[in-house]
């Protein structure tokens, strides 16, 4: 058996090829056979398209034409119930999405699909949406073993095995085994891409399965086509991002980014799109890392001037997360201490602890710098009321970050109050907590990798050698990390 971080050197050759061929191609689309009359099959195979380019909301409106071309559409009703659930996404649909993805399915059910793939994939949608489920990660799990079940019944189906090659990356599990089981589906998406060179879901799938560290490399080859995949796809123009933001290359991701961002505002009505804050935010670490703090700033200035932000969980992190790295990351402890509570108008904060959690940890995290320890105690008690808003909501992982957040903000406190010791202990015990559940895939890093504050610590108390091997260690997860090379040198 291969190992699953490696590939075979056909694969490979193979995939690379694939570089050439998309280059001088056009925008590949899904071709979904169904019985649905020419006109609404055709709106089905643009939609499917956009939904594999995770751009649901165009996705939608797609099935909605296709609707209205042939009422008795089965899929048309599957594709809108599809577009409003987003299974790598955290955070889950919102109310309107959650109303409208239920309706579809209401009306899926009192229709008949015409052959064997469009009645598995309509029991994979009927089965996100059955009432049975009591929460969200439940819907997703039975989606995802209905959607297996759909390839299984059709393996000759390109969709039917990316849908399922989705659904297996949904359910991975956090922490170590995620990389083996990421690697697996991996493998799935190498020999589908292989007989589908130019399929935007194969592609973009496998740059989620391979966006972590042990498996960056083999993203490389999807990271050089996406975007010539899906041109026009603001998410597809940001995707090869994670990649390239995994080996540290930062002007591809900014290039990318740029054109992710100018394309989703170019395609957005009522509201921005997350998509442009989400490209923002990557493009903001970037610059960073290049040391470029004057345009990461004027990236953020611009986001946060926007006052109709899509108020969902990809813009509500960006809006958090990228005026925080703007501090954070240039070591502006006092600036960070004196945050405002007050956040962007556009989001439903109290939907989104989760990410409020930032801004309390930039502020508890500073405050504790300029030893101001009483503000950064009062920023803990809130990270830990927020702590217990995620356990209720059953957010596991990002409990677990707001308890990594929690230990390095109560170490720089006892450092302050010079209980040096406690405080490298604390520091540690956030390093091996954020370690072991690794970076979610919205975030191009954490605001400030706990692994890195302990080289900070190890410095300050004396130990310089070890302070060098968390500087390390934090590079091997984040390569060329601005701080953490600037500390080595």
């Given at each position: ?212 560290p042990p498996l960056k490399d083999r993203g490389l080859p999807y990271a050089d086509i996406y975007d010539k995949a899906a ?259």
């Open positions: 058996m291969l190992n699953p971080i490696n590939r075979s050197t056909s694969a490979l050759v193979t995939l690379l090829a694939t570089v050439a061929v998309l280059s001088s191609s056009a925008a590949q689309a899904a071709d979904l056979p169904t019985t649905c009359i020419a006109e609404a099959d055709d709106a089905i195979d643009g939609g499917l398209t956009l939904l594999h380019n995770m751009m649901y909301i165009q996705a939608e409106s797609s099935f909605s034409r296709a609707a209205d071309f042939d009422p008795d559409c089965a899929m048309a009703q599957w594709g809108i119930a599809m577009a409003n659930f987003h299974p790598l996404w955290p955070g889950g649909p919102t109310e309107d999405e959650t109303a409208r993805g239920t309706a579809a399915a209401g009306r899926l059910s009192e229709q008949t699909p015409g052959n064997t793939l469009e009645q598995a994939f309509a029991a994979a949608a009927a089965a996100f949406y059955s009432p049975e489920h009591k929460d969200y990660r439940a819907r997703i799990s039975a989606w995802a073993a209905a959607q297996d079940d759909a390839y299984a019944r059709n393996p000759d189906n390109i969709d039917a095995a990316a849908l399922a090659a989705l659904g297996r990356l949904a359910t991975a599990p956090r922490g170590p085994g995620r990389v083996e089981a990421n690697a697996t589906v991996g493998d799935l998406l190498d020999s589908l891409h292989e007989n589908a060179p130019d399929h935007p879901g194969v592609i973009h799938y496998a740059i989620h399965a391979y966006d972590n041109p026009d796809a603001a998410h597809a123009l940001h995707m090869p991002a994670h990649i390239f933001t995994r080996t540290g290359d930062w002007s591809k991701s900014i290039d990318l980014n740029r054109r992710s961002a100018e394309a989703a505002l170019k395609t957005s009505g009522d509201v921005v799109q997350n998509h442009y804050a989400h490209a923002v935010d990557y493009m903001v670490y970037a610059h960073l890392q290049m040391g470029e703090p004057e345009k990461a700033e004027k990236l953020v200035d611009d986001m946060l001037a926007i006052n109709n932000h899509q108020p969902g969980f990809g813009g509500a992190y960006a809006l958090a997360a990228s005026p925080v790295r703007l501090l954070l990351e240039q070591d502006k402890w006092a600036e960070a201490a004196t945050l405002s509570s007050d956040m962007h108008s556009s989001i439903p904060w109290e939907k989104f602890p989760q990410t409020v959690a930032m801004r309390w940890f930039a502020k508890g995290l500073g405050a504790a710098q300029i030893k101001d320890v009483e503000t950064a105690r009062a920023a803990v008690e809130e990270l830990k009321a927020l702590h217990q808003a995620m356990q209720e909501r059953g957010q596991g992982y990002w409990a677990k970050l707001t308890e990594g957040q929690i230990l390095s903000v109560e170490a720089w406190i006892e450092l302050a109050e010079g209980n040096d010791e406690l405080a490298v202990t604390l520091q540690t015990r956030a390093a091996d907590l954020e370690d072991g559940i690794g970076k979610s895939p919205v975030t191009p890093g954490h605001v400030m990798p706990a692994r890195e504050l302990l080289g900070d610590i190890l410095r300050e108390v004396g130990q310089p050698d070890e302070a060098a091997d968390a500087y390390r260690a934090t590079l091997a997860n984040s390569p060329k990390r601005a701080r953490s090379l600037n500390a080595l040198n």
